[in-house]
Antibody, heavy 120, light 110 residues
Framework: EVQLGESGGGLVQPGGSLRLSCAAS????????MHWVRQTPGKGLVWVSR????????TYADSVKGRFTISRDNVINTLYLQMNSLGFEDTAIYYC?????????????WGQGTLVTVSS | QSALTQPASVSGSPGQSITISCTGT?????????VSWHQQHPGKAPKLILY???SRPPGVSLRFSGSKYGNTASLTISGLQAEDEADYHC??????????FGGGTKLSVL
């Protein structure tokens, strides 16, 4: 069974940093694209970033480019999102999502999400 | 990249069929077969119900079907059931190698 478990969310002040982690199990982690998707409570989903299975291809949404860094450790089957220069607009539930093998989509498995709150 | 356009809400009675539209551009929905739909119940993570416009993952009811014409994709739910009441989100791969979602549609089963 595919399992994705996010951690690392919490309360952070504007301008601060946070690192999210996602522990993956139940599948060959290194063979899949992985993504981060966020959702402001009560609103729509917003794609944040993706990383290829070998970690050598990454893409970011314009809204986080230069501030967020996606990475992965295929030895311990963990996905990361380093978030710097956080602003109020980054407040959201962050989901770790499994993509495809050759293509980066579809999003066939989602974690339960971790809440990031940016507040002073 | 602007969000795909979905109606904010739709409603239907048990047993009826409803359709939710998802409109993008030639840079996303119109340019690729990689349109997906996700169902999300309150307080839960989204769940994939359709991918590649009309393919269903294992275990997803045949009552869910999808189509695409030009820059608009559609999700149809037939034989509405109470358990179908949820938010539905469409998404598409884009020509910038990103993914764009719609704003989500709240389905009410009256």
């Amino acid at each position: 069974e595919v399992q994705l478990g996010e951690s690392g969310g919490g309360l952070v002040q504007p301008g601060g940093s946070l690192r999210l982690s996602c522990a993956a199990s139940g599948f060959s982690f290194s063979g899949y694209w992985m993504h981060w998707v966020r959702q402001t409570p009560g609103k729509g989903l917003v794609w944040v970033s993706r990383i290829r299975g070998d970690g050598h291809d990454t893409t970011y949404a314009d809204s986080v480019k230069g501030r967020f860094t996606i990475s992965r450790d295929n030895v311990i089957n963990t996905l990361y999102l380093q978030m710097n220069s956080l602003g109020f607009e980054d407040t959201a539930i962050y989901y770790c999502v499994r993509g495809g093998t050759f293509y980066s989509v579809p999003f066939d498995n989602w974690g339960q999400g971790t809440l990031v709150t940016v507040s002073s | 990249q602007s969000a795909l356009t979905q109606p904010a809400s739709v409603s239907g009675s048990p047993g009826q069929s409803i359709t939710i539209s998802c409109t993008g551009t030639s840079s996303d929905v119109g340019g690729y077969k990689y349109v997906s739909w996700h169902q999300q119940h309150p307080g839960k993570a989204p769940k994939l119900i359709l991918y590649d416009v009309s393919s269903r993952p294992p275990g997803v009811s045949l009552r869910f079907s999808g189509s695409k014409y030009g820059n608009t994709a559609s999700l149809t739910i037939s034989g509405l059931q109470a358990e179908d009441e949820a938010d539905y989100h469409c998404s598409s791969y884009t020509n910038k190698k990103t993914v764009v979602f719609g704003g989500g549609t709240k389905l009410s089963v009256l």
